[in-house]
């Protein structure tokens, strides 16, 4: 079993810069990947940005240019660092880890959720 725990959402001002943290425990050797997941309310859940087990990063078309995941094994801590913040960025942000499947990946483990507010 994996937990993860976000933190460092907030308001920010359009064109601010905030970076979100998501700390790992439990069995996270056996995860293929971590990301970064919104959703604002009434709107379904998007994919925001992932990182894999080789390092390979992939982004929303979004986000790209100004989103950065990152992540720093030794802490077993997963980063969003988000600039140049749009209104349209304001959602609740979440933290998933997955597994690689036959059928693609699976994102098994889910954080609580830490709100940013772009105004």
């Known amino acids: 079993h994996v937990q993860l725990v976000e933190s460092g959402g907030g308001s920010v001002q359009a064109g601010g810069s905030l970076r979100l943290s998501c700390a790992a425990s439990g069995y996270t050797d056996s995860l293929y990947c971590m990301g970064w997941f919104r959703q604002v309310p009434g709107k379904e859940r998007e994919g925001v940005a992932t990182?894999?087990?080789?390092?390979?990063?992939s982004y929303a078309s979004s986000v790209k240019g100004r989103f950065t995941i990152s992540r720093d094994r030794a802490k077993s801590t997963l980063y969003l660092q988000m600039n140049s913040l749009k209104t349209e960025d304001t959602a609740v942000y979440y933290c998933?880890?997955?597994?690689?499947?036959?059928?693609?990946?699976?994102?098994?483990?889910w954080g609580q959720g830490t709100q940013v507010t772009v105004s």
């Open positions: 998933a880890a997955c597994y690689l499947k036959p059928l693609g990946l699976y994102f098994a483990y």
């Open positions: 990182i894999d087990s080789d390092g390979s990063t």
